[in-house]
DNA sequence: AAGACGTGGCT
DNA sequence: TAGCCAAGTCT
């Protein structure tokens, strides 16, 4: 097989040629052999962006992004906080400080211009061994060795690599290194994501369309589906805690305030919420809210995490006012812009959408819809309480089967 | 160097 | 449903 290496590059352009994704950080194919590079801040942006995140997911942020921030010297000069807000709900938010600090490194140290190699590339925040070599041969036509999970799957199996992950990380990357050509490194890393995103897939690979089929070691052998090896995943605790959302009585006004930035979801906006202990019970929610008020259980919000599960429980209260603490009001038409991660969009959503005490004590006792209503944030920053069990929105039905939950009242000391 | 670090979509 | 997975980095 290995006779045969030369042939991959030329034949995956080839179907790279046809069959690119359309991607709006991207030039095209025909483009880039016309000699047009692609705008360096925008693939910077975009790779940090796809760091372990769905081009999908990413899509709508990337447009966000460059529409407010239009060069590295605009965002690096925004406010770290705007960034933060314009950034929560893709997750993984340390990578949000680190593209601020990365953007005022370039803009006020490098003049504005990302350095042009990998090396170089690496010592700056955010940036790893699979982005700087990303960027080096996308937007610097650097034949860096760009490893990622896609051409980790993709070249395992090329090559019927048995050695488990991580351990074979070398391995892989001494492979990519022998085969990334020197003309269109980066097109060929692209091509190679793109092999690995819609044909060399996780599951069940198309073999029969793939460009390279003939090439594969794997494919031949029948087993591609053994690629790549991957230790046994260990099981994700549980992690329980509560979170208070005060509700200005005036106008629906929510009370926030801002994590701490070297915690989970650090630096983003939230409800104020205990520590999310391994166990803890209702005695330990009461002793942590944090002022006085007429807290009443909302529900239950259930989140998951890498590698814990979270159930936090949402209490509410109606105020004139807070002293003492620090934060800020949120007006109900401005939620959107705070910057909330999305376990705090359900928390507030859980909260909003509780009925006022009073009213449930007149009312007939009513299921509670806990994961049926969800706060959106629409592409023109709107915020929308949406009820999918009421509105009749098209999606499948869930399951909900919801143990009901007194609504314990309680206040603190 | 193994674990921390988010979220949404798919099976 | 519950688990798996996605263009990883940092410590």
Same mark, same amino acid.
């Given at each position: 097989m290995s006779f045969e290496h030369h042939q991959i590059p030329a034949d995956l352009l080839a179907w790279y040629d046809l069959s690119a994704r359309d991607l709006p950080w991207r030039i095209g194919p025909a483009a880039r052999k016309a000699g047009i590079r692609p705008d360096a801040y925008r693939v910077w942006l975009s790779e940090i962006m796809l760091q372990q995140t769905t081009v999908a997911a990413v899509k709508p942020y990337f447009e966000r992004f460059v529409a407010r921030w239009r060069s590295v010297e605009d965002l690096a000069d925004a406010e770290t906080d705007d960034v933060m807000a314009e950034w929560a709900g893709l997750g993984y938010y340390s990578r949000a400080r680190n593209l601020h600090a990365c953007a005022k490194i370039v803009a006020h140290g490098h003049g504005g211009r990302f350095p042009p190699t990998a090396a170089l590339l690496k010592a700056l925040p955010g940036i790893g061994d699979y982005t700087s070599a990303a960027i080096a041969s996308i937007a610097f036509d650097e034949p860096a060795p760009v490893v990622d999970g896609n051409i980790e799957r993709v070249v395992t199996r090329l090559y019927r690599i048995k050695a488990p992950l991580p351990a074979a990380k070398t391995a892989i990357r001494r492979t990519v290194a022998a085969i990334t050509p020197t003309e269109r490194p980066g097109d060929f890393a692209q091509a190679m994501m793109d092999l690995g995103a @819609? !044909? $060399?897939?996780?599951? @069940? &690979?198309? $073999?029969? !369309?793939?460009? !390279?089929a003939a090439h594969c070691a794997a494919r031949s052998a029948g087993d591609?589906? %053994?690629?790549p090896v991957k230790p046994p995943k260990r099981a994700v605790p549980s992690r329980v805690g509560a979170a208070f959302v005060a509700l200005r009585r005036a106008d629906g006004a929510v009370w926030l305030r801002r994590r701490p930035a070297p915690s989970m979801l650090g630096g983003m906006a939230e409800a104020p919420s205990t520590d999310w202990s391994a166990r803890a019970d209702g005695e330990t929610h009461a002793a942590s809210a944090p002022f006085t008020a007429g807290w009443v259980h909302a529900g239950t919000v259930e989140h998951g995490f890498t590698h814990f599960k979270l159930a936090l429980e949402v209490y509410r209260a109606e105020v004139e006012t807070v002293t003492g603490v620090e934060g800020w009001w949120a007006p109900p038409d401005r939620i959107?812009?705070?910057? %909330? &991660?999305t376990l705090m969009r359900k928390v507030v959503a859980r909260a909003i959408a509780a009925e006022p005490a009073l009213a449930k004590e007149k009312r007939p006792a009513r299921k509670q819809r806990t994961a049926s209503i969800r706060l959106e944030a629409e592409p023109e920053g709107s915020f929308s309480l949406v009820d999918d069990a009421a509105a009749g929105t098209r999606r499948p039905p869930r399951p909900r089967r919801r143990t009901r939950r007194t609504s314990a009242r309680w206040s603190k000391g």
């Open positions: @819609t !044909i $060399c897939v996780p599951r @069940t &690979p198309s $073999c029969l !369309i793939c460009p !390279i591609q589906a %053994l690629y959107a812009e705070q910057g %909330l &991660p």
